[in-house]
């Protein structure tokens, strides 16, 4: 058994998450090449920050964003990583871990760190497809993937999870009930006054929530249609998010016979009943008592390596945990004991006209418990009251207004001690932070980040952290950069440049980068042509467009390739193209002896390899055959896809060819934030792919069904169903709108897939959908931009504009 | 600069108008390219018109102060060094370069 090298030991993880991953880490710091590890993940990627899936359901971060630990990450350390494979068995007497698929290691060391399930509800309906938990990846994706359908959610549950899924799915355009089974809202973690304030800040952001509501039965015949309650009550539902609680994954640990209760038993060195396998995280049971949050897992993480590697004699204790909700502007903190008994006593401090309510609990002179609501900042402060068990007699009377007017000289983190615990999530404290600030001379957050993982997790400490970047740098450190600058030329983001170029009237780049106040003589090229973008399209006509902040390819009309050559491709209406045409194209092909014509993905030819000073002649002949640019070189508007339609195909509806040539009639020439790519099909079999296209048509008996914010490039997306329509002006005129709103809202290289991420299909739908007047304004402005836009850029090359670009300015032999 | 190219010889090659500000043109010099600058206060600078990367044209890439983004991968390119700036690495060889009046002279080896 040992024959592959037999000084290492051999250790297994079962389970790649958040748990055992922490541990594994632990362990290779304490013992560095000691193990031969291989780690068992039934999901199948590497290690993410499972907290930071109600971010991504919430479309705040992309799962890219959350991995923790790539493949990369396993192969540095030479770890086998069996990823999408479970274990389904453990073999104590031979110490041999089995995955479903066969896959066997044998192993010195198990350790087991399976997580929980969620808890699904034993009531009729409970398994019908689209009733689902909220617990990894896979489970978001779901709720995307319905979210994109729009209609009904029901979230059942309304603790933290809960509440995180039905906020990310009305976020998502959905309309939300959340149904609680006790009185008020996350009773676990808030007292009933502040659990009101939440469920108004939840209903007015659209989410409706109904408490003691219980379920009865789920209805629905091959995936569920309603949800039914105790009281007869029907609601109407295409998804069910349980939420109503986690239970440790112990199948495993119990078929291999080790000791279980709810949890897999461990004592205070994190083993099991078996003295070769160890467990952490949410699948175990310590003194009687399971998890629910990370901070413990943390802990548990260091006294199980100390043990594995038999560094130190560590024991695990619990502590207090503390929680906030991840619920981007809802501002909420709770720890400790925070109803109380008889021999506590309590301080309530509420601001009706703000919605703040604090509540602290005191038993004899100490803080036991606090729950903040509406203003939280505190609450790093409090809970370390609370964990340090400090006496806060003196400062009684003041406590509930904070350390800043508690007696305690400062506010916020300067007053904290340095063992105060500043980021729950990895457990790391101030004094930690200060010391790798100096140590390191680190200046940013993602530094700190890096180095001691504050603010790497949940991100509810970010500004604790920031404040302590701020303390140790002094005025070297900038905080307030909140938003994202465009550049490193500004401290302006997007939208601040958008508004000002509107309202005081900037109309051109040196007049916007003077009134902003940019830090570098002429920008970069990063934000140039962003700036001349938003210009055209704010003063479409009278802004005279500036080649020299335009990407080589925009201000050549070709796409420039490797060898410095170029590509031109001509514009085929709608994918049509004739006779004519092509001996036009063949024609020129031989005549400038082009090395390679392609059928393009767009449905047209590209001819690749022409050199820079033959451009203006290739253009000239492709200009005699009525051939016009492609723009297959601009962030503009690129193909329409079409299929053949009703005209030839037995299942077409409608003409499709037709609408999309009039389509790109209409859309061509215009310049858009990122590409633009439409297409039209004429039927639901698709075959013009119009539903990963940034405007997709699909024809259907009854008019024309319009799609947006599709992406079929680096991370495809299916485009959100905007609307259907009747005819084909209404499809011209939504088409129109669209283009339009995107135009004016997108940041520069933002595709209509990522905008309509970051803005809701929702507020899409209520600008072009529902306001009949909004939408005909938009389309009106469109099209009074296009008058200013479609002229073929290669007819004015070839009457000579811009003719220095095509020559050299000497030759010197 | 001039007496660092003593033995150069300077050889006029168009007039800086005919260069865009914030641009290049490219010379062709014993079937090699130089791209000879332009920034938006009139300095003038040549470089051959080949990237420490991947060769990209920088003659195509954008101009901003004293720098240029190359068109390919973005790399940026100092215009009086021919360095690349952190955290790239790498150097274009540059020509000496000089104005008279509106004449661009480029300085040839002899
Ligand atoms: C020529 C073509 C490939 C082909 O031979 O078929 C092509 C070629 C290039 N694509 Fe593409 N894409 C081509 C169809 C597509 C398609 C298919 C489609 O349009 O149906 C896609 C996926 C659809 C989409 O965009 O959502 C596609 C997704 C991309 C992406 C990823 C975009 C994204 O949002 O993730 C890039 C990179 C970018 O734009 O930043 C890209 C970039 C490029 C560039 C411009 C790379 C570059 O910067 O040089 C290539 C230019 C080559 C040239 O000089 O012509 N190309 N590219 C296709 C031209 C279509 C046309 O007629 O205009
Ligand atoms: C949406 C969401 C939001 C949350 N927000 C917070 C928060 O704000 N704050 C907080 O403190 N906590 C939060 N939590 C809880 C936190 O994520 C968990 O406490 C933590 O992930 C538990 O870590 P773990 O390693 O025990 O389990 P997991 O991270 O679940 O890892 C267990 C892994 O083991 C795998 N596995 C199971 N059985 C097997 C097997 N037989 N073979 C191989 N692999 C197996 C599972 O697929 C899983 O990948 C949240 C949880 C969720 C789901
Ligand atoms: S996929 Fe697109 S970008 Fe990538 S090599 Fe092909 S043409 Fe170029
Ligand atoms: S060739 Fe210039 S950046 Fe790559």
Sequence with gaps: ????????????????????????????????????????????????????????????????????????????????????????????????????????????????????????????????????????????????????????AVVIGGGLLGLEAANGLRRKGMSVTVLHLMPTLMERQLDPVSARLLADDLRARGIEVLTEANTKAIHGDDRVRALELADGREIAADLVVMAVGIRPNIALAKDAGLACGRGVRVDDAMLTSDPHIYAVGECVEHRGQVFGLVAPLWDMAKICADRITATADSVYEPGVTGTRLKVTGIDMFSAGDFLGDEGTEEVVFRDAARGVHKRLVLRGEKLIGAVLYGEARDGGWYFDLIRNGTDVAEMRDLLVFGPALAGVAESGVEAL????????????????????????????????????????????????????????????????????????????????????????????????????????????????????????????????????????????????????????????????????????????????????????????????????????????????????????????????????????????????????????????????????????????????????????????????????????????????????????????????????????????????????????????????????????????????????????????????????????????? | MDGDFAQAAWHEIGSVDDIPRLGARIVRLHGEDIAVFRTASDGVFALHDSCPHKQGQLSQGIVHGESVTCPLHNWVIGLADGRAKEPDEGCTRTIPVRLEGRRVLLGLER
Excluded at chain 1, 35 to 54: C, K, Q, W
Excluded at chain 1, 137 to 143: F, H, L, N, S
Excluded at chain 1, 785 to 801: F, K, L, T
């Design chain 1, 1 to 152: 058994m040992n024959m592959i090298s037999p000084t290492r030991k051999r250790l297994v993880l079962v389970g790649n998450g958040m748990a055992g991953i922490r541990t594994v880490e632990e362990i290779l710091a304490r013992a560095p090449g000691e193990f031969d590890i291989t780690v068992f993940g039934a999901e199948p990627h590497g290690n993410y920050n499972r907290i930071m899936l109600s971010p991504v359901l919430a479309g705040e971060k992309s799962f890219e964003e959350i991995v923790t630990h790539d493949r990369g990450w396993y192969a540095a350390n030479s770890i086998e990583l069996v990823a999408g494979e479970a274990v389904a068995a453990i073999d104590r007497d031979a110490r041999v871990a089995q995955g479903e698929h066969g896959t066997m290691r044998p192993y010195d060391v198990l350790l087991l760190a399976t997580g929980s399930n969620p808890v699904i509800l034993p009531v009729p309906g409970a398994l019908l497809p689209g009733v689902i938990g909220f617990r990894d990846i896979g489970d978001v994706e779901t709720m995307l993937d319905a979210a994109r359908q729009g209609g009904r």
């Design chain 1, 417 to 813: 001690p340095d063992t105060a615990e500043i980021c729950g999530c990895n457990g790391v404290s101030k004094g930690k932070i200060l010391a790798a600030i100096a140590e390191h001379g680190l200046t940013t957050l993602d530094a700190v980040r890096a180095r001691t993982k504050a603010s790497a997790s949940c991100g509810s400490c970010t500004c604790n952290v920031e404040a302590l970047l701020a303390l140790a740098l002094g005025a070297g450190y900038d905080s307030v950069p909140k938003i994202k600058p465009m550049c490193k030329c500004t401290t302006h983001g997007h939208d601040a440049v958008r508004a000002a170029i509107r309202e005081q009237g900037l109309r051109t780049i040196p007049a916007v980068m003077r009134a902003l106040g940019w830090s570098s003589p002429d920008g970069c090229a990063s934000c140039r042509p962003a700036l001349n973008f938003y210009l055209i399209c704010a003063w479409p006509a009278i802004y005279r467009d500036h080649a020299r902040s335009r990407f080589v390819n925009e201000r050549m009309h070709a796409n420039i390739q490797k060898d410095g050559t170029y590509s031109v491709v001509p514009r085929m209406w709608g994918g049509v193209t004739t006779a004519a045409e092509l001996r036009a194209i063949a024609d020129v092909v031989d005549r400038y002896d082009i090395p390679t014509v392609k059928v393009t993905g767009g449905q047209r030819i590209d001819l690749l390899g022409v050199k820079r000073e033959q451009l203006p002649d290739v253009w000239r002949d492709l200009n005699a055959a009525g051939m016009v640019s492609g723009h297959a070189y601009g962030k503009a508007l690129r193909t329409v896809k079409t299929c053949v339609g009703s005209e030839w195909c037995r299942f077409g509806t409608q003409d499709s060819t037709g609408m999309g040539i009039a389509l790109e009639r209409m859309t061509w020439g215009s310049w858009t934030p990122h590409k633009v790519k439409l297409a039209v099909s004429g039927c639901p079999r698709n075959c013009a792919e119009a539903t990963i296209k940034d405007f997709g048509v699909v024809a259907v008996d009854s008019g024309w069904e319009l799609h947006v914010a599709g992406n079929g490039g680096i991370k495809v997306r299916v485009t959100d169903l905007l609307c259907k329509v009747a005819t084909s002006d209404d499809v011209l005129e939504y088409c129109g709108a669209f283009m339009q709103l995107y135009r004016e809202g997108a940041h520069y290289l933002e595709r209509t897939a990522h905008w309509v991420e970051r803005v809701g299909i929702d507020y899409v739908k209520q600008r072009i959908v529902a306001d009949a007047d909004g939408r005909a304004a938009l389309h009106e402005r469109f099209l009074e931009s296009q008058r200013h836009m479609q002229a073929d850029p290669w007819a004015e090359r070839v009457a000579g504009v811009e003719a220095h670009e095509f020559r050299s300015l000497a030759v010197v032999e």
